[in-house]
């Protein structure tokens, strides 16, 4: 069974006719099964900028609708190539110029997006064809982004297998609350199972943390998977068409389902620092998304990779 999560912005029903409502907080959620396939539908409720940030942060394809081209979508066009999302559909009505919606997406990962009108039956046509790549040799990660207490179960966690393949029974750290916690049950689509691979929307019964330690953002994994700190030097590459230049202060941060404020300091040409007031947990393969929550246009400052130490 395949595995593929998908985010859906600026369209608000389309989730709903595209699958089962699950989830709902500031990101609504809704699940579709078919023989094959097992797909997550994200959606930011209310187009939250850091509900969309962390979506954006876990999705393998990107479903945009571009029936207005408002600032609104302009921006999500942006953040969606700050994570490299390479692979999509922008929804567009009929007749429109498709050459000047190609224009638009130019030089970002959004130009091998397909073009195509509102039709569910060609959307999902489109979403049974992807084979996502998977990193099913690692060890197991898991990004939590629900947590709660279930009467007769205990602490539960909704998330993402990230990478591997996650086992009933295994010991890992959560992290940023580094404490050693077990995987007493795994359910997927409300089935009890004994293991789920990389790609997999799981609910886990977790032994040795309470929901509280298990918020949105926190990592599963082994020791020494993750790095878990409170100041991250960066390289960074800025928005273009963020027209302020960087200066030091208080921002906020996107990795992986975290959002925090951050100081940022040492801002240099293509590097920059920031300082958080609890640690933030994140791997190699993040991406940082910097943002000015204030602003009354654009709140995309640039985005950036953790400088590994040598």
Do not use: W
């Amino acid at each position: 069974m395949k595995n593929l999560a998908v985010g859906i912005f600026h369209d608000e029903e389309l989730g709903r006719e595209l699958g089962k409502k699950g989830t709902e907080s500031d990101i609504a959620m809704f699940n579709r099964k078919t023989e094959e396939y097992i797909f997550t539908f994200l959606s930011p409720v209310a187009d939250k900028l850091a509900a969309k940030s962390q979506i954006m942060s876990n999705i393998d394809v990107a479903l945009l609708s571009g029936q207005k081209m408002t600032p609104e979508v302009g921006e999500t066009i942006l953040m969606l190539d700050s994570f490299d999302i390479s692979q999509g559909i922008v929804i567009v009505p009929p007749y429109t110029d498709l050459n000047q919606i190609k224009a638009i997406l130019k030089g970002t990962s959004l130009a091998s997006f397909l073009i195509k009108e509102r039709v569910c039956s060609n959307i999902l046509g489109f979403l049974n064809e992807i084979t996502p790549q998977r990193k099913l040799t690692n060890l197991p990660m898991v990004t939590i982004d629900h947590s709660f207490s279930v009467k007769g179960v205990g602490e539960v966690i909704l998330g993402f297998v990230k990478k591997g393949i996650l086992q009933k029974h295994d010991s890992l750290i959560l992290l940023p609350a580094n404490k050693e916690v077990v995987v007493r049950s795994i359910q997927i689509q409300d089935k009890e199972v004994e293991a789920a691979e990389a790609g997999s929307r799981v609910g886990l019964a977790i032994k040795g943390a309470t929901a509280e330690e298990m918020k949105r953002g926190a990592l599963l994994c082994p020791a020494n998977c993750a790095t878990l700190t409170s100041t991250i030097s960066l390289s960074f590459i800025h928005n273009q068409f963020y027209t302020e230049r960087i200066k030091e202060g208080l921002f906020h941060v996107t990795v992986g389902m975290q959002t925090v404020p951050v100081n940022v300091t040492n801002v240099h040409n293509g590097s920059l620092t920031l300082v958080s007031e609890k640690p933030l947990v994140y791997t190699p393969d993040d991406t940082f998304l910097l943002m000015n929550l204030n602003a009354k246009k654009l709140h995309v400052i640039g985005h950036g990779k953790a400088i590994l130490a040598s």
